[in-house]
């Protein structure tokens, strides 16, 4: 599976945007990039995920460097509720199911 | 709520024992994963059946198994447990057994070994 770089940790206010970077520098053409989140006590959530352009949703926007290489998801307007570890996967549409899931980003919002 | 049940919330028992978690998929769903999260390891995938069938296989110890039953319902079977069995156990569905469909997580099994 393809690796993925997060950073351990951020933190940020409330109210104020939220950019969350990841690296996957060998990705790979097949590979769609998926980020999911895991409030405290709570099981995963899929948040977002796409291939090449830049997609948004009722939750976050992921933005997609051109050479697909790095990709970052933003959360418009954090909330305390945001709280979570997000992580950055990739999933080949054609390969396995499975979600492989590194050590995340834990995100901290201040009040 | 992502539609995805999990029993029991908890779980405690003595080591050499076995226990049974159960997973409810999401209405419609087909495929069912199971993945344990542990504070060593982190979150990690065991195994995933799709309409019945195992589909794909993890890193799930040989003293594990599970099934999925006509009804679509999973069963996690976690045998002469160890204190490093210790963890939360998360099942998730997904509709279909292929591609890169989002996948919905259950609440988790909470597995406490003494």
């Known amino acids: 599976d393809a690796k993925t770089t997060q950073p351990n940790s951020m933190e940020s206010n409330e109210e104020e945007p939220v950019h969350l970077p990841c690296n996957h520098s060998t990705i790979s053409g097949t590979d769609y990039i998926h980020w999911y989140r895991q409030l405290p006590s709570q099981g995963p959530e899929y948040v977002i995920h796409g291939l090449t352009s830049n997609v948004n949703n009722r939750m976050a926007s992921l933005a997609i460097a051109e050479d697909r290489k790095s990709s970052t998801l933003i959360l418009h307007r954090a909330t305390l509720r945001d709280a979570a570890v997000y992580y950055c996967i990739l999933r080949d549409w054609g390969g396995a199911q499975k979600l492989v899931f590194g050590q995340g980003t834990r995100l901290t919002i201040n009040p | 709520d992502s539609g995805v049940t999990q029993t029991p919330k908890h779980l405690i028992t003595a080591t050499g024992q076995r226990v049974t978690l159960r997973c409810s998929p999401r209405s419609g769903d087909l495929s069912v994963y199971w993945y344990q999260q542990s504070l060593d390891q982190g979150l990690q995938f065991l195994i995933q059946y799709y309409n019945g069938e195992e589909r794909a296989k993890g890193n799930i110890l040989e003293r594990f198994s599970a099934q999925q039953f006509p009804d679509l319902h999973s069963e996690l079977n976690l045998s002469s447990l160890e204190l490093g069995d210790s963890a939360l156990y998360f099942c998730?569905?997904?509709?279909?057994?292929?591609?890169?469909?989002?996948?919905?997580f259950g609440p988790g099994t909470r597995l406490t070994v003494t």
């Open positions: 998730a569905s997904s509709a279909t057994g292929t591609g890169t469909n989002e996948q919905y």
